[in-house]
């Protein structure tokens, strides 16, 4: 009778569902066109939809201008601010589209890692063990819910900070001055071509909506698609801490004294090497789905890092102008004070001794120039380099 109990135990436990620690997770997905969320209507998932074809192809549209821009750019150092641009939206939305058309690959992906959580809640079925399971099993869902939030919160904020620049830093303060608009030349948050004539208000107000929309693409793309693979590591990471914690906590030298329980430590260790293959073919199947968005974003990667390398060598030194400042508008003469003799002659008396000193200390500085050594350096062989070990990284995860 206690066997069938704790058996019927045990069965209501698998019965609890993956879905239940990556519920915000899948949601996410859902509103992205990337997993099939059986409550929504067919009208929001029609909404949705439209929703999503209008963010992937105001990308598209957003990256033709730029690399329209790309194409007609005679400056290296304009080159090299678009190019970074045009990798980071061309990342977002390789992700969102990828993750679309490979959407039945994300299911199989998901019933896997299912099959690992119901494999894991047979390894102990006593009420520890599943005490020790779901409490792995809440902290990878308080976790990652944490990175979900934080991440997108992140991206999205930074996003729209920087596409608020231009307005905040020239059109505000020359709305406040009321200078001729008419007579400047208009700024957007990327660099890009457009065939239309942007010095109209209304033209560019759309293309500036236009650019925010395909930034905030990208940046979707970006979020859902780490979003889903972090989500997946953490899982599966908590599934393997189970897995050692319980072995560890397995008292074996109890088993051989008594020859009825050895039948139990013979099923608990089957269920361990069961759930842990089951968890490697599932990492085997996640590498395969994630190579080829990994290589993309290692590509992007060492071009971000080129570019930046770049563009702090074209940094100009200007270290010295604060001590110029300072040497040619005498400022010095504010630590002293002026004293009248009786003769009328004045002279200069000694006020303040540190502040003298500060001013000493700011006249003699000198440039400091800091250096990430010989390896931030552009150059053609730095570039190979770096290409055969992102190519060498790929052969690794994919073979």
């Given at each position: 009778m206690n066997r069938k109990s704790e058996d019927n135990k045990a069965y209501r436990r698998e019965d609890i569902s993956l879905e239940n620690y990556i519920t915000n997770l899948l949601l996410v997905l859902g509103y992205a066109c990337i997993w099939p969320v059986k409550s929504f209507s067919f009208l929001k998932v029609l909404l949705l939809t439209a929703a999503t074809f209008v963010f992937i192809l105001t990308n598209f549209l957003l990256l033709f201008s730029e690399i329209m821009a790309l194409m007609m750019s005679n400056d290296l150092k304009l080159f090299a601010n678009i190019i970074g641009v045009i990798s980071m939206h061309a990342v977002g939305l390789i992700k969102w589209c990828y993750c679309i058309k490979k959407k039945r690959k994300i299911i199989d992906l998901f019933l896997k890692l299912e099959k690992c959580h119901v494999l894991c809640q047979r390894i102990d079925n006593s009420e520890k063990g599943y005490r020790i399971y779901t409490n792995?099993?809440?902290?990878?869902?308080?976790?990652?819910?944490?990175?979900?939030?934080?991440?997108?919160?992140?991206?999205?904020?930074?996003?729209?900070?920087?596409?608020?620049?231009?307005?905040?830093?020239?059109?505000?303060?020359?709305?406040?001055?009321?200078?001729?608009?008419?007579?400047?030349?208009?700024?957007?948050?990327?660099?890009?071509?457009?065939?239309?004539?942007?010095?109209?208000?209304?033209?560019?107000?759309?293309?500036?909506?236009?650019?925010?929309?395909?930034?905030?693409?990208?940046?979707?793309?970006?979020?859902?698609?780490?979003?889903?693979?972090?989500?997946?590591?953490?899982?599966?990471?908590?599934?393997?801490?189970?897995?050692?914690?319980?072995?560890?906590?397995?008292?074996?030298?109890?088993?051989?004294?008594?020859?009825?329980?050895?039948?139990?430590?013979?099923?608990?260790?089957?269920?361990?090497?069961?759930?842990?293959?089951?968890?490697?073919?599932?990492?085997?199947?996640?590498?395969?789905?994630?190579?080829?968005?990994?290589?993309?974003?290692?590509?992007?990667?060492?071009?971000?890092?080129?570019?930046?390398?770049?563009?702090?060598?074209?940094?100009?030194?200007?270290?010295?102008?604060?001590?110029?400042?300072?040497?040619?508008?005498?400022?010095?003469?504010?630590?002293?004070?002026?004293?009248?003799?009786?003769?009328?002659?004045?002279?200069?008396?000694?006020?303040?001794?540190?502040?003298?000193?500060?001013?000493?200390?700011?006249?003699?500085?000198?440039?400091?120039?800091?250096?990430g050594g010989p390896f931030y350096v552009l150059s053609l062989e730095t570039f190979r380099v770096m290409l055969a070990d992102k190519m060498v990284y790929l052969l690794y995860a994919t073979g």
């Open positions: 792995h099993m809440e902290y990878t869902r308080k976790y990652s819910n944490f990175f979900v939030y934080c991440w997108t919160f992140s991206c999205i904020y930074a996003l729209l900070h920087w596409c608020a620049n231009p307005l905040l830093l020239e059109w505000a303060p020359d709305q406040i001055n009321s200078i001729n608009q008419t007579l400047k030349k208009r700024n957007f948050p990327f660099i890009g071509w457009y065939p239309i004539n942007t010095n109209d208000i209304n033209n560019y107000v759309y293309m500036y909506l236009m650019q925010v929309i395909g930034g905030i693409s990208a940046t979707l793309g970006n979020i859902f698609y780490d979003a889903f693979y972090v989500t997946m590591l953490m899982v599966i990471c908590a599934q393997f801490q189970y897995i050692n914690m319980i072995l560890a906590k397995t008292n074996f030298d109890k088993y051989y004294f008594i020859p009825e329980t050895i039948f139990v430590l013979e099923s608990k260790l089957k269920n361990c090497v069961d759930c842990h293959t089951e968890i490697i073919k599932f990492l085997k199947m996640l590498q395969t789905f994630s190579g080829p968005t990994m290589f993309v974003q290692c590509i992007e990667t060492l071009v971000i890092i080129c570019l930046v390398s770049f563009e702090a060598s074209m940094i100009k030194i200007a270290g010295l102008q604060i001590a110029h400042s300072v040497y040619s508008c005498g400022w010095e003469l504010i630590a002293f004070t002026k004293k009248e003799q009786v003769d009328f002659k004045k002279q200069l008396k000694l006020c303040d001794i540190g502040r003298l000193v500060q001013t000493i200390m700011v006249q003699a500085q000198r440039p400091i120039v800091l250096t």
